[in-house]
Every structure is written in C-alpha cells, then in structure tokens.
C-alpha cells in the first residue's frame, strides 16, 4: 500500500486526495496535513471583509470531510520536509511517504516593504480569514471617520485580483451607504497597467478596466512601487506621499518555511508537466507553491497568479501520475491549465477565461454583467456544498 | 431696515437680489451695481460668436426686471470696497451697506500671454458679449478665406467649457457648410488630459472627449502652456509653431480690481461654507469671484471652473444666510454646491452633473445625446422668460 | 494621331488606357508597357499568401484584354526615358511618344535594413505575386513547427494596410487551425500609433484598432525601427531582439529606376493638381510613382498610402487632361483624390473612406463588420470580371 503524504488542506490538497482515493482506493494510505482543521472558502474572504459574509458561511470542519473520504487527517503544521529521507516532520510527528504533494498555498511576504500588512504593521490584507476579519474591524472602524482609501498591490505581487475586488466592493458599499463622497480612493498597482493582472492583460482588459475605473471614479496610480507604509501614509518610490484612512494591499508571495529549501530562490517549487518536482521523483506539487516563469519581464516586478480553479486542475494532473505509477500504468497526458475566474465588482462581475493561463493563448475570454455576480454567489454555495460530501469542486 | 448692496448683474447677483428680496422683504433694501444695464445669458455666448444668436436674443434690460423686483439699480461699475468703512464706491456714488454681496464674476488674464486676446492681441474670445461679436467678425472674415483654426485654454485657465464648445461648434459649421476639409482644427489646452475639465474629469471623460475628438478629426495638443501669440501662429512651450487663420482661446480668470484687495493673490475672496469672507462677516461672494482650490496639482497650472448653476446655488446660500441673520434665525445648513451643465457640441450635447463638482462625488453623470442640446436650447428660453418675471432662474 | 505611351499594367496603367481610348478613339496610338504580361489583383495578394486564394484566381493575361481594347501591348519593362527625346527605352525597342504616362509602381527599399526581404533576406513579403507564393511555401513551412511571428513596417513605409491584414489573417487562420495558442504574435510598426495608416489616422482608428490588436491579443510595438533582421530575430532600435519562425515585413517604396531620374530623390515623380510632371509637360504619372507629401513628421518616418482606388481616380484625370489637349478643348477640373478602401480582418473586414486622403477631411467613415468582408469578395470578383471586358474598375 502507497503512503502518501499531503501538505495543505485547501483546493490543491483536497482535490489531490479526494482523487488519489476515488483512483486508488485500498491501494494508498492517503494522510493529509494542515495547518488549521478547517476548509475555507477563500474566494469569499472580501465579502468577508465587507460583512457581506460571515466565517461560518465559508468555512468547513476538514476532520468531518476528510474521514468521509477515507483521508487521514492531522491538523499539524509541517515543520520541515526531509527529501532524501522521504519524510515530513510537524512539531509532534513524522510522516514517512512513498509520495509527497505539497499544496501549502503561499508564504505572505510583508516584510517586503517597510509598515506594511496586518500584523505589526499599517495596512489591512484580505488573503487568510484572520485577515479578512480585522479588515472587517478595521472597515467598521473607518464608516465612523471615513476619509481617504488606498487600495492596491506593492512590487512583487502575483495575486492582483482581490485588490480589484476590493476597490470595486469598497466604492459599491460606500454608494450604498450614500457616503462615497466623502472617501477618495486610490489604486496603486506595480502593473505596467491596469487590466495586466501578472498575465499580461487578457483581450480588451486594459481599455475596460480603464473605463471602469474612470466611470467609478477611482484614481489609478499604475507602475509603480511603495517604499514605505506609514501610520497614514502609502509612501511610493517617485515620492508621492497617498494619505488614508484605510489602507488595503495584496502582498507578494513566496514558498513556506517547511518546503522553502525544495524550491527556486523565492521557494516555489519546480515542477514538470506531470507537477512533479524537478529533482525529487517522488514529491509534487500544485497550486499556488508552485513555480510559474511570467510571461513578460515587467517594469515594476509582477508575478503570474494561481486562482483555486488552475489549482484543482494541477491536483488531479498530479494524483493521476502518482496513481498510475502505483498502478504501473502509463503516465496520464497532461496539459497546460487554463484559468475561469469572476472578479466580483460590488455590484456587477467580470468573468474571466484564459486557457493557457498565460498569452498566446487558445481561448480568451472577458465579459462583464450582473449576471457573473449570480454565478459567482451561486459557485459558493455549489462548492461548499460538494466539497462537505467530499466531492471535488470542480464540476 | 438691513442696507444690502450686491456688485454683479448676472447669475449671482440677480439670484442673491431675488432671493433676498423674497426672504426679506420690506426688511432690507437692496440695492444693484452693474457695470452694463443688461443681463447677458452667457451660456449662449459661443452660439452669438457662430452667428447663432442675435445679441438681442440672449440679453434683457436689468432695469426693469430689477424694478420689478423691488431692488433698487445704479448701472456703475464699482471701483473700490471699504471693507472697514462698509462702502461701496462708484464712480459717481459711495453706497453703505450693512451686507456686501460681491458677485462680479472675473477680470480676464490676456496680459498672461504676449499676443492673447482680442483688444490688441492675435484671439478671439467668447467670454462676454463684446468679446463673442467680435469673434462674430472674425469668423465671417475667416469664411471668405479659410484656413487652420486653433481653439483651446492658455495655462492657468479654470473654464474649459467654452474653449471645447466652440471647437464643436466650428467643426459642426464647418460640415454644414461642405467645406471641413479646407481647415485643419488644433485644440490645444493646459488640462493634462482632455476631458479634464479643471475637475479631475469626470467618470469616462477622458475616453469620450478623445473618442469624440478623434471622431471629429480635430488634433489635439493637451497638457503644454503657450509662451505667445502671434497674428497668424501660437507658439507653444515646447517649441511647436501652430499656424492659424482663426484663434479662439480662454483667458486665465482673477478677481476683479475693485475688490482684488479683499482676495487671495489671485484677487479671488476667499469665504466660508456660508459663502461669507474669511476676514469680513458682513461681506458675502459667490460665483466666478470666490476662491476654490484645485482637486490636484496638474503639470500644467489648470483652475476649477464655476459654473452659473453653480453660481446661484451659491447666491442661495448666501442670501439665506444673510436673511437669518437679520431676522435673528440660526444659520442655514448649507452643503457642498454641484455642477449641473450642457456641453452644446454643435449637432449634439453632453449633459454633465457633479455633485459635489470635486471627486470624490456622489453623484457624477456624463452623457452625450442630440436630446441634451434640445434640453440645452429650451433652458435658454426658459431662463430668459423666467429672469424677465423676477424669477431666479434654478427651477 | 497622338502618340501616347503607358508604362505599367496594374490599376493606373489600364485605366489611363482605357480612358484614353474611350476619349480618343482612333485620334490616338495608345502602347502600353509591361514588365509581366499578367495583370495581377494587387489587393488579394494577403490571400495568395495564406492560401485562400490561387494565382490564376487573381490574374488575367494583359495581351488579351488591351487587344480588346484597341491598345497595343508591349510586354517589355522600360529600361529608361528620354524626357527631352521623349521616348520610352526598353531593352528591344524605343516608343517615340507624344505622352507619356508613367504608372509603374514602386520599387521596394528591401536594402534599407539590413537581413530584410524575401531575396536573400530573412523575411516575407507580399507586395507581389512571386513574394505572395514565396510567403505562402514559408507559411506551409512554418505550419509544420509554429512558433512567434512578427509582422509589420519597417521605417520608411508608406503602405501599411497588407501588414494589418497579415497579421488579422494569420490570427484568424491560427485560431481555425486550434494552434494560436502555441504562435505568439507581434506587430511592430513605423506609425507613432496603431491606427496611423500613415494618413494621420481616421476618426476613431486609433481607439479600434487598439482594441481589435487587444481582443486578438496581438502585442504591439509602435513607433519603432528596426535595426535588422537575422534569420529569426527583428533587432530593434531600442535594443528589443524579437524571436521569430515567421516574418512578414512592408518595405519602404520609391520610384522604378527607370523613371528616377524624373523623380524627386526618392525617384516619385512630382506632379500638378492633373497629375502632369511639373517640368516635362507631356509627361504624366498616377499612382504609387508619384510625390505626396505626409500630413504630418512623425518620430519614425512614414509616408502616405495610394491605394488602387486612388490610382484610377488619378489615371482618369491625366487621361482626361490628354485627351482635351489632343482634341483642343480646355483642362479638365480636378479635385484631390479619396480613398476607398476595405481592410481585410480574416473573419471580418473595416471599410475605409477619406475623402480627401489627407486631413482636414470633407467626409471620413471607418466601420467594421462581416459585411465589408462580403463587400470585399465580391468587388474583387467584380473588378475582375469587368477588367476582363476592357472596363475600367470603377464603379
């Protein structure tokens, strides 16, 4: 019987053991290791930091699903990975494997500029619940005063797409409560332009995000890097000086501690086609841990996004190798992953496809309508309610 | 009984006399300095510059609508203000006031450019109803033998409007009359960006004006100063010679020299959200005359325009203003005023409104539609049947 | 009778013929020289190219249609003129002629990069049936291994409209292939924008067609030129070295050696408002062999299109300035040219008019859809069917 270890407990995780056992069956001892003991839904985390949701709506006891499923779960963080001795050790375990998949999701680099992000520091962040909550303290704080808004993401960042949503849900709720003359908002973004988001645009994503950001009357500050946060300050590397009240930026990424060792000089881990690690044979890896080279050196440094759907493709990619190598098949074809997303904008959403993720591409698509905004609400609960039965999101 | 005298005949001053009247009474006797005795809609003053409008169409004696009124007329220019001494003097009289109201509009910066303007320079203007016959002329001498058309806004201009009108205007009679293709039309303009407007734009401004400039083959040059004016070029900062057969440009605005002394270097009265001087309690302003800061530093010095809905919403205030305290009321509540206006483009019309009139706002339309110059012409009618009754002109 | 001489078989060369003809009847010996004995659809070459279309599709034998005509044929490429003999010198004869008309064409600066062009060089081209064939083998080629192509005009360029359809036409084929994905493809082009057409753009076709290149994800390099082309690389002036498996390049034009002398130092001949050389008053030229000034310097050099449309218009006119001053009457009046143009898209097609060709324009209309396409299929079967019957193309 195959022992196969999982770091991660999110899309890439559960997808990749939800597969290895629907493949595997008796075959695999499948354990899964996490962090925390709970599922969340993290394309909800802004309406989280909105009040539009609250944790209960969005998130799962990982225990109930995953001993439906056959999985073993342990809710430890690794500590560290030992490679050529097959194991991953957590603070009270070790874990020996025959295969590991890492699916940790991302370090969160706040260190990267001086003041900045949730702890410690001046800015809100919305990528973890924890985060997602104080920025939801921080918005109740800010309707009692408001005043000025910055909304953005610093040099680095590969994850444009919730400082979108952000911008849009911030100006559509200050609308709402009639007040939105009273907070100017600013987008600051290390994207050679607005419409980029680390892919190099997708179709006319640069003349309608332009024009969406005109007609909202959100000031664009694109191009550029911030030096510094202050208490009250973005400060940005040609001097301009951004006052807020609220200030909300994506951060940069960079692979966990435990598997930082396993990867490239920002610790991504390098895989093959198949999400196998370039050197390891037996370790692999999907989503947001992995390393992906950007499509084009921008000004600013950027880097390409992973959205939970790329991720789910990766795990099943990576659990049909390692099940048909315990099954000494042949190795599954693979191909590259495409991205469908739907940016939520307050009040409306834009559907995004791109397949390859990155130019030239097979497919593109952008659209924009109220009507990606009834998909989206509606995926929420689809997901939430398959992954409880221990099915994978995907449809 | 509370002596009021109001300096200016036109939006402001006919609305604060007006209102006063109306909330005052035979409690104050209001007195009405002008420097001409006719009331000249301005807004149509591009239309008499194209030979749209006869001066007679647009102009109505102020002594008898005053008289109507009850508020007492002297067609003299002010020339001097005792703020401590709490007179107005004129060239024939000196009148003491308990209430100033100063609502004189602007003096006209031609001396801010060598060549600028049409008493001795190498432009027209359409700023004042001499100034538009005058352009009338111009333009007939112009059809004789065409040639290039500049049109635009000098550096430190604060009132695009007209400058963006008259280049519709001209392209739109141009093509009626079959001969567009025989003269080049430049716009050339201090705002960074077209559709700029002195306000930071308004929603998608930018990408219509330049839609509909591009639509209309007029060049534009935006974001550079002009260092002069000579009988048949503008020379701009950067070098460029611009030929031209016709020149229409919009002067920079200051306060006018009566009352320079009580404003800000720019001769510009600096007042309270009650539209009351900073310095003098019993001295009110409103309109063209007050002082308002730029919504931002441009590269090139632009100002904020003060439209005449603008104007009588703050003569409103202040007459109110005025009229509780001398009946020993608390002070009115008063708000930010919004800007509400009609872009005439020749064959069609862009409706904006912005309230407040500096982003952030909250409430902003911009819209083009053959159904806006409609609204735009009936306006007229309706504003000049009305002002002829004594009526203020706001509906 | 008068003597005239044509040299060119293409849009100019047959219509100043058959215009003669039709004016003149036996009052005139018309000879027409032709370095090829087929006349060749210019405008489908992009088509040969991508294989939609064979030769024998877009070309007629000349011999067979001036027989027709009552003009005689000659096809034999004049090596030179004597202006002051007034004869045409080809490699077998002498032409003693009363007029001339030159409508020759262009030759093509391949020599002003170096690497460049489809005779020793390392791009395609499709200015000609032989360069069409070529391309279309390269393409061939290129569909066994895809990888990026670059398409566009080098500096110098006067006609950019078969570049644009390039490089539509290869998107369009891709995607009916499913292989677009795998061919990254790049415009790179003289014009300070896209849109430019060297015409200074028309109406809003800066605007659409930096959508259409966004919605095709084409990316786009403007303003540039290019250094040279090595076997798979366009090295820009900036620096950029742009990879390729596939180039597709416009040349600069200027006059055939033949006529250069006659020329301005570009060798296109200059000539009056009835297309008559300003020192040879016997002589005439139409089309691509003649000086037009650019409406404008731009950064990079450009020059301005003449399109087929154009050149008949030009032909008629000198062939009506002759044929009044054989028979006695006075000139003719003529008038710029327009120009008339459908640029093909691959799956739909832009109709362009500009009347005249440069601004300030009396009309000008730029609209896109499948139906300008329909209207392109079937003018070249139409042209096509009526040139055969010795008709001038017109409509």
Redesign the interface.
């Known amino acids: 019987m195959a022992k196969i270890v999982i770091i991660g407990g999110s899309f890439g995780g559960l997808t990749a053991g939800f597969e290895l056992k629907r493949l595997l069956g008796n075959k695999a001892e499948v354990t899964l290791l996490c962090d925390t003991d709970k599922f969340v839904f993290v394309p909800s985390l802004p309406w989280v930091s909105m009040g539009w949701r609250r944790p209960e709506d969005i998130t799962i006891g990982l225990e109930k699903i995953l001993a439906a499923g056959g999985i073993r779960f342990f809710p430890e963080a690794a500590v560290g990975v030992d490679a050529d001795a097959a194991k991953v050790i957590t603070a009270a375990h070790e874990f020996q494997y025959d295969y590991l998949v890492i699916a940790t999701g991302p370090d969160l680099g706040f260190s990267s500029v001086p003041g900045f992000g949730p702890y410690g520091g001046h800015t809100e962040c919305i990528f973890t619940l924890d985060q997602a909550l104080k920025t939801k303290k921080a918005w109740d704080r800010f309707l009692e005063n408001p005043g000025p808004i910055a909304v953005g993401a610093v040099q680095g960042v590969s994850c444009f797409g919730p400082a979108y949503e952000y911008a849009f849900e911030v100006d559509t709720e200050l609308k709402r409560r009639?007040i939105?003359?009273?907070?100017?908002?600013t987008f600051v973004t290390s994207e050679p332009y607005i419409g980029h988001f680390g892919i190099g645009?997708l179709?006319?994503?640069?003349?309608i995000m332009?024009?969406e950001f005109?007609?909202r009357?959100i000031?664009l500050i694109t191009n550029q890097s911030v030096e510094e946060f202050t208490p009250d300050e973005v400060r940005l590397k040609d001097g301009t000086k951004l006052p807020f009240k609220l200030a909300m930026f994506a951060p940069p990424m960079a692979g966990v501690k435990a598997v930082f060792h396993l990867g490239n000089p920002k610790g991504f881990i390098p895989v093959d086609a198949n999400y196998r690690h370039k050197n390891y044979k037996n370790i692999f890896s999907v989503g947001v841990a992995i390393a992906i080279a950007p499509p084009e050196q921008t000004p600013v440094p950027t880097g390409v996004p992973k959205t939970g759907y790329m991720t789910e493709h990766m795990a099943k990619y990576a659990a049909e190798t390692i099940a048909s190598e315990v099954l000494g098949k042949s190795l599954p074809k693979t191909g590259?992953v495409g991205a469908l997303c739907i940016m939520d904008m307050g009040n409306t959403a834009a559907l995004m496809k791109a397949?390859?993720v990155l130019?030239?591409?097979?497919t593109?698509e952008l659209k924009e309508g109220k009507r990606y905004r009834w998909a989206k609400l509606a995926f929420e609960k689809y997901y939430l309610w398959k992954i409880r039965r221990g099915l994978t999101g995907l449809p």
């Open positions: 009639n939105r003359h009273r907070v100017p908002i645009g179709k006319k994503s640069r003349s332009e024009d005109a007609d009357e000031k590259p397949y390859p130019p030239p591409r097979k593109a």
